[in-house]
T-cell receptor, first 115, second 112 residues
Framework: AQTVTQSQPEMSVQEAETVTLSCTYD???????LFWYKQPPSRQMILVIR??????QNATENRFSVNFQKAAKSFSLKISDSQLGDTAMYFCAFMTDQGAQKLVFGQGTRLTINP | DSGVTQTPKHLITATGQRVTLRCSPR?????VYWYQQSLDQGLQFLIQYYNGEERAKGNILERFSAQQFPDLHSELNLSSLELGDSALYFC???????????FGPGTRLTVT
């Protein structure tokens, strides 16, 4: 079974700084999808970014980018020029390319952006 | 706004009761997923439907059941409720295989 591990339960940075959230996963499959979701205090789950394992190029969405290291099974999220609105729980998630199309989530990292 | 709607937003009920949570997917999405978020178990996949048919099951209790209707909305039925069933229940939808899942706002269930 696939597992996702986020080793940083909490992080805190100043506004405008860059922060990197870590995620590792375990799978024997060669193709799969990886995601970062954000859950602000409103509890809404918001998709931040998506990466397909067969693509070498790291995904980027505005201030959010990932560092995908397939051999190391690592998928970190970098937030540049952090803003107060980035304060949230961040979940890394894995989805297989075959079988059940379920998301397997990590335990989450609570990120606080301080003014 | 993800385009996925869930009702009700909050539900408070007593142990032993039965409740129904409702979800409407984004327009055009055929897949619906249910997830449970609790403090001790984190975010867990319960069940997936695709175009009216059950596609995958996760750690869903026998007391729980779900279905997807011809208009693609889905309902999650929770019966013989226990205190431990208190959680945030999310519905998500996607257009199909390998695509990202968009989440609804969730239903917060409190069992007293």
């Amino acid at each position: 079974a696939q597992t996702v591990t986020q080793s940083q339960p909490e992080m805190s940075v100043q506004e405008a700084e860059t922060v990197t959230l870590s995620c590792t996963y375990d799978t024997s499959e060669s193709n799969y999808y990886l995601f970062w979701y954000k859950q602000p205090p409103s509890r809404q789950m918001i998709l931040v970014i998506r990466q397909e394992a067969y693509k070498q190029q790291n995904a980027t969405e505005n201030r959010f980018s990932v560092n995908f290291q397939k051999a190391a099974k690592s998928f970190s999220l970098k937030i540049s020029d952090s803003q107060l609105g980035d304060t949230a729980m961040y979940f890394c998630a894995f989805m297989t390319d075959q079988g059940a199309q379920k998301l397997v989530f990590g335990q989450g990292t609570r990120l606080t952006i301080n003014p | 706004d993800s385009g996925v709607t869930q009702t009700p937003k909050h539900l408070i009920t007593a142990t032993g009761q039965r409740v129904t949570l409702r979800c409407s997917p984004r327009s055009g999405d055929l897949s619906v997923y249910w997830y449970q978020q609790s403090l001790d178990q984190g975010l867990q996949f319960l069940i997936q439907y695709y175009n009216g048919e059950e596609r995958a099951k996760g750690n869903i209790l026998e007391r729980f059941s779900a279905q997807q209707f011809p208009d693609l909305h889905s309902e999650l039925n929770l019966s013989s409720l226990e205190l431990g069933d208190s959680a945030l229940y999310f519905c998500a939808s996607s257009v199909g295989w390998g695509h990202e899942q968009y989440f609804g706002p969730g239903t917060r269930l409190t069992v007293t």
